[in-house]
């Protein structure tokens, strides 16, 4: 079969602002795909088509506004007529921009200037996303879910024998539906 790769990186410097290393580099993609399989950092299964438009915010909370892509490895079976169904294991620590403070130790100087630490206790569960989608001339239909760990890190970050936390799960479901070919004009689509 067919092996695609794929790799979006961007630089960015300007001169005379910067000081020595003031430039950026990011890596937004890269992945490999071949035979349904997708390994890599690659657009969520969970994301609508058009989220990474120019000019549209990301699906991401508080992230970045051109690209939410998540290390993951997926599959996609396409069953013909355009229908497809995906199901996928992704990172969740691109997730975490929301803080999850610890406030057990926190001082009211610290919750004024807001320096507590991160309470996250690391990743034990990938995301687990599904999505099925229609794919045709008139346009797309999609419904997708996903199931999320929450982790929080011990009650007293110096001391392990404090305890922490249960774990937490959730959810969160998304449809998406785009129309194409509108009597509007050439091109026009309502998403």
């Known amino acids: 079969g067919v092996v695609r790769t794929y790799a979006e990186l961007v630089n960015q410097w300007t001169t005379g602002s910067d000081g020595v290393a003031g430039g950026t580099v990011a890596l937004y993609n890269a992945f490999i795909q071949f035979a349904g399989f997708t390994f890599g950092k690659a657009q969520s299964v969970f994301a609508a088509p058009w989220n990474t438009y120019p000019g549209n915010l990301g699906s991401l909370l508080g992230g ?49 200037s807001q320096t507590q630490t991160s309470a996250y206790g690391g990743t034990s569960i990938p995301d687990i996303v599904g999505r099925v989608r229609i794919d045709q001339a008139w346009g797309l239909f999609q419904v997708a879910a996903a199931a999320h760990q929450v982790r929080a890190s011990y009650y007293n970050p110096a001391s392990e024998i404090s305890g922490h936390p249960d774990d937490k799960y959730g959810f969160a479901v998304q449809a998406a539906l785009s129309l194409k070919n509108l009597p509007t004009g050439p091109g026009d689509s309502l998403n």
């Open 64 to 112: 970045d506004d051109s690209s939410t892509a998540q290390n993951q490895i997926s599959y996609t079976a396409q069953f013909g007529n355009g229908i497809s169904g995906t199901l996928s294991l992704e990172d969740q620590s691109g997730y975490r921009t929301a803080s999850l403070y610890n406030v057990t130790t926190a001082t009211g100087t610290q919750w004024l």
